[in-house]
Each structure stands twice: as structure tokens, then as C-alpha cells.
T-cell receptor
Framework: GDSVTQMEGPVTLSEEAFLTINCTYTATGYPSLFWYVQYPGEGLQLLLKATKADDKGSNKGFEATYRKETTSFHLEKGSVQVSDSAVYFCALSDLGSARQLTFGSGTQLTVLP | DVKVTQSSRYLVKRTGEKVFLECVQDMDHENMFWYRQDPGLGLRLIYFSYDVKMKEKGDIPEGYSVSREKKERFSLILESASTNQTSMYLC????????????FGDGTRLSIL
């Protein structure tokens, strides 16, 4: 079945540091890939998405490229801010499976001033 | 922007009570979902609906039921609440095809005493 593996957290960075959160996936079909962010006490917000190989999703300074050859969708940001502190979830949606998203376990990011 | 509204942010109920969690979306989405989120267990799908009056079980439907009488509204029902149903409940909606993202509400933190 489908699965998503994220790097273990928590991750603690200083403000303006470079961020990478690794995400790899396995899927039987042709998945779409997503990054969601969850701020404390809130629901999940879509951060970015990519629907086919080599697509780059970007939003709020975050980027991720859909790499089919390495089955990866790593999240990156060049300079993090304290306000980026949150939990980040990688997820996939397989066109052959209409029912749900498959989520990674989430990565807690804390950015220190 | 898609708006998914959950009726309560926080809810406290007693064991044995019948509990209703309401979710409304404003984008005419066909698909709606209920998840619960627990530390260490991630997000788990309880039920989903792909059309009015249609529903399908997710991974953990036991102890829950759902109702979708109108396209914009998806209700989760705890028939007889138990303490192990204390959790964060997240509702989501999605347009027709699975390569579209799910959009989440802010969540309901439910405590069963």
C-alpha cells in the first residue's frame, strides 16, 4: 500500500537558518504530493502541492520538488522565521485511491530567535 | 479561499452521552472527511463521504457514525461517548478528484469525562 516517511523530529533551528525536512514515499499509482502545516491548537493548512514528476510547489518561501526517480518530496526554506514554528506533514493522494490522504508522521519544527 | 468550519473548537462531554460534531464547507466540494489526531498515532480516517447521503468507513469507524443530508454539511456522531474518544477531531473537504488537496477545518478538541 501507499506510505509516507518523514524525517524524525523535533527539529530546532535558529532564525534565518536553512530548513530541510525530508519526505519519501511509496505508491502503487501516480500520486499527488502535499505539504501541510499545523500551528499549535489549529487544524492543518495546505502549504504547497505538486501533482506530477518534476513539479515544484512553492508558498511563503517554502519549496518542494516532486522527484519520481528518488520518490521524494523534501521541504526546504532558505531562511526560517520564529513564526514558522509548527508541525509539518508530508502527504500523498493516489489517483487510484479516491478515499483519503496518506500522511507522514509529522515533523515538529521550533525556530529560536 | 476554501472555508471549512467546525462548530466548536473545544467541547467537554460525559461518558455515555451522544455527541454531535458539525462541519460545514463553502466550496461545493463533493468529498468530506472526518479524522482524529492523537499524539504518536498521527491522523486516522474515521469516515468519509463522496456525495450526499453516501458514506464509507475509514480506518477506525467503531463507535462513530456520520450523516450527510446536505452537500455542505458533514456530521460526526459519537453514539455513546467513551473516554478513549477524547481526541482532536479534524474535518476536511475536497473537490472531485483525488489529485486535489483536502482542506481542513480548525479542529474540535473533544474531552470525554
Amino acid at each position: 500500500g501507499d506510505s509516507v516517511t518523514q524525517m524524525e523530529g523535533p527539529v530546532t533551528l535558529s532564525e534565518e537558518a536553512f530548513l530541510t525536512i525530508n519526505c519519501t514515499y511509496t505508491a502503487t499509482g501516480y500520486p499527488s504530493l502535499f505539504w501541510y502545516v499545523q500551528y499549535p491548537g489549529e487544524g492543518l493548512q495546505l502549504l504547497l502541492k505538486a501533482t506530477k514528476a518534476d513539479d515544484k510547489g512553492s508558498n511563503k518561501g517554502f519549496e518542494a520538488t516532486y522527484r519520481k526517480e528518488t520518490t521524494s518530496f523534501h521541504l526546504e526554506k532558505g531562511s526560517v522565521q520564529v513564526s514558522d514554528s509548527a508541525v509539518y506533514f508530508c502527504a500523498l493522494s493516489d489517483l487510484g485511491s479516491a478515499r483519503q490522504l496518506t500522511f507522514g508522521s509529522g515533523t515538529q519544527l521550533t525556530v529560536l530567535p | 479561499d476554501v472555508k471549512v468550519t467546525q462548530s466548536s473548537r473545544y467541547l467537554v462531554k460525559r461518558t455515555g452521552e451522544k455527541v454531535f460534531l458539525e462541519c460545514v464547507q463553502d466550496m461545493d466540494h463533493e468529498n468530506m472527511f472526518w479524522y482524529r489526531q492523537d499524539p504518536g498515532l498521527g491522523l486516522r480516517l474515521i469516515y468519509f463521504s463522496y456525495d450526499v447521503k453516501m458514506k464509507e468507513k475509514g480506518d477506525i469507524p467503531e463507535g462513530y457514525s456520520v450523516s450527510r443530508e446536505k452537500k455542505e454539511r458533514f456530521s460526526l456522531i459519537l453514539e455513546s461517548a467513551s473516554t478513549n474518544q477524547t481526541s482532536m477531531y479534524l474535518c476536511a473537504s475536497r473537490a472531485g478528484t483525488s489529485n486535489q488537496p483536502q482542506h481542513f477545518g480548525d479542529g474540535t478538541r473533544l474531552s470525554i469525562l
